[in-house]
């Protein structure tokens, strides 16, 4: 069965760091190219953060030099380290593949906050 597992969110103020990370159960999850994905209060869900299968990775403007993805193919897991954390990285994250989406998992609440 096909599952997306996030956790590792929480409150922090403005400055703070997180580590999120999400098991994925999937199958050849070492050939798929994953993402991270943010859905902000009353906006569409984006990507904050790529990793191709070779661990090549990529990130949105907003987040460049903030965020880490990095991926562990032993584990089938995905992890985000964010730091620098800004009132705007409030939301909901979410992994996914890049393409071919699977159903979402629950997602993690990310609140930053003073």
């Known amino acids: 069965q096909v599952q997306l597992v996030e956790s590792g969110g929480g409150l922090v103020q403005p400055g703070e760091s997180l580590s999120l990370s999400c098991v994925v159960s999937v199958p050849f999850f070492n050939m798929q190219s994953m993402a991270w994905y943010r859905q902000a209060p009353g906006k569409q869900r984006e990507v904050v953060a790529k990793?191709?299968?070779?661990?090549?990775?990529n990130y949105a403007d907003s987040v460049k030099g903030r965020f880490t993805i990095s991926r562990d193919n032993d584990k089938n897991t995905v992890s985000l380290r964010m730091n620098s954390l800004k009132p705007e990285d409030t939301g909901v994250y979410y992994c996914?593949?890049?393409?071919?989406?699977?159903?979402w998992g629950q997602g993690t609440q990310i609140t930053v906050s003073s």
């Open positions: 996914n593949r890049l393409a071919k989406v699977l159903d």
């Open positions: 990793i191709f299968s070779g661990g090549t990775s």
